[in-house]
């Protein structure tokens, strides 16, 4: 998927969320990451803010640290 979708995606939950107290934002956003998202698309979100995060609403990157990071796939 690409970037721009990525980011798209993350925003568009930030702003229904944003209409919510900030604590139940971060917490609401990090949890429809978490049970929608697949591992590779939380992946990307994180190379994405890794990198600086271009694009996310504040929102999302203050709901980062509650979004599960997806384990690294052992090497067959």
Same mark, same amino acid.
């Given at each position: 998927?690409?970037?721009? /979708?990525?980011?798209?995606?993350?925003?568009?939950?930030?702003?229904?969320?944003?209409? /919510?107290?900030? *604590?139940?934002?971060?917490?609401?956003?990090?949890?429809?990451?978490?049970?929608?998202?697949?591992? =590779?698309?939380? =992946?990307?979100?994180?190379?994405?803010?890794?990198?600086?995060?271009?694009g996310l609403r504040p929102l999302?990157?203050? *709901?980062?640290?509650?979004? =599960? =990071?997806?384990?690294?796939?052992?090497?067959?």
């Amino acid at each position: 998927m690409s970037a721009e /979708k990525i980011v798209r995606m993350a925003n568009q939950i930030s702003l229904f969320m944003e209409t /919510k107290p900030h *604590a139940e934002a971060v917490a609401g956003l990090a949890a429809h990451i978490n049970d929608f998202w697949e591992p =590779r698309m939380r =992946r990307q979100l994180f190379a994405l803010i890794e990198a600086g995060g271009a694009g996310l609403r504040p929102l999302v990157l203050d *709901a980062a640290p509650l979004i =599960r =990071r997806p384990v690294d796939e052992p090497a067959t």
